[in-house]
């Protein structure tokens, strides 16, 4: 800097240039031209319904599981905190307050008014820092403030905001559950069919082998060779007990062989019929097919009982109000202006003001003593 330019740069301009005009211009714009900014104030939880009961009882169960009923849904609330702020929702509350004409109404305040031709991207910037959103993680409350010249236009405009979100919300989950229902209805179909098949291929068994329950039969069928097994032990018991004391001729003795003989007989008889075939095929081994097809028709039964219930479930959750923001504070009616803070930012020019005129004063001072 040449001397020329010091002597152009006085004090007094200085003083003029970096503080008295700075300092005038804040003071009129705060006191005459800046328009007062109302906020209004909710406060906010999402809650998860779905897994509540869709019966009568679910008002009672509300009260048991919790003061508001459902579940606090973290995923959700980092949702909403975000769909508050985007060009969505902007759009919307646009379409129903015409935002830009309230924004740009103050024609004075010019640096917190919107520019009535302000591009979209400046548009949602200067939504973005009137409609503001904080979320509590510890007790995951989000605290919704919208801003209005107004009073009554900031309440109705975080009312709106409120309205709009759970909207979004329902609309989204009634997507994800109309997905839900496609696919349980798919599945109620596939079901069906595989029990329809595993029915068809039981009857179609009993009636090749003409066998109602081959599990009854082999039952009682080694319950009856068990008696004749008793009844044999008995027999033989009986005939050592005669032959003890009586000749082999004698009557009573042979009258005991030929009853042993008979039951030996009948428990070969069983033993053919247990092991032997019916149409080509053991019977036991018959039951054990028979014991598979009942258990794949009682799965199949299961499965398509648990599909018509899911299916079931999945209609319900596409009518039904599946997400709530439930409000822990409403929409205020602001008495008093929240914005500006005249003083504040008052006084905040002053100071960064005075900063600026001292640094360039000490400047100075520095570069004529070393011109001297």
């Known amino acids: 800097m040449n001397l020329n330019s010091l002597k152009f740069v006085t004090p007094a301009r200085v003083t003029w240039v970096l503080f008295v005009i700075p300092v005038a211009l804040a003071t009129v714009f705060y006191t005459l031209m800046a328009a007062d900014r109302y906020a209004s104030v909710a406060v906010v939880s999402v809650r998860d319904t779905s897994s509540l009961p869709t019966g009568g009882s679910s008002s009672v169960a509300a009260l048991l599981g919790g003061a508001a009923g459902g579940s606090l849904s973290l995923v959700d609330t980092f949702f ?73 236009f900031a309440q109705k405009l975080t009312q709106a905001v409120v309205e709009e979100t759970e909207a979004v919300l329902n609309e989204n989950a009634h997507r994800i559950a109309h997905d839900r229902m496609l696919f349980a209805e798919q599945e109620v179909e ?11 291929d039981l009857l179609a068994f009993q009636t090749q082998h003409r066998l109602l329950d081959p599990l009854s039969q082999a039952a009682a069928n080694s319950t009856l060779t068990a008696s004749l097994q008793a009844t044999q032990a008995k027999q033989e018991a009986d005939l050592k007990a005669a032959q003890a004391y009586l000749s082999e001729d004698s009557l009573q003795v042979r009258s005991l062989r030929s009853q042993l003989e008979a039951t030996k007989a009948q428990i070969e008889v069983e033993r053919l019929r247990a092991t032997g075939t019916v149409d080509g095929a053991q019977l036991t081994a018959l039951a054990s097919q028979y014991q598979n097809l009942l258990a794949l028709t009682g799965f199949a039964d299961e499965e398509h009982k648990l599909a018509l219930a899911a299916a079931e479930q999945a209609r319900m959750d596409t009518v039904r ?52």
């Open 190 to 200: 596939r079901t069906a069919k595989s029990q329809a098949k595993v029915r068809a």
């Open 80 to 152: 909403v905190q975000n769909y508050i702020q985007s060009s969505d929702l902007m759009l919307k509350l646009d379409k129903r307050f015409n935002l830009r004409a309230h924004y740009s109404a103050p024609r004075l305040d010019v640096l917190y008014r919107l520019s009535a031709d302000a591009r979209r991207e400046d548009f949602l910037n200067y939504f973005r820092n009137r409609i503001k959103v904080t979320l509590d993680e510890t007790s995951g409350l989000l605290t919704i403030e919208a801003q209005g010249f107004e009073p009554a």
């Open 321 to 372: 109000k599946l997400k709530t923001l439930m409000v822990l504070e409403p929409a205020t009616l602001p008495d008093l202006a929240t914005y500006p803070h005249r003083v504040i930012d008052w006084l905040t020019v002053v100071a960064v003001c005075g900063m600026l005129f001292t640094i360039v004063r000490l400047a100075m001072a520095t570069i004529r003593e070393h011109q001297d």
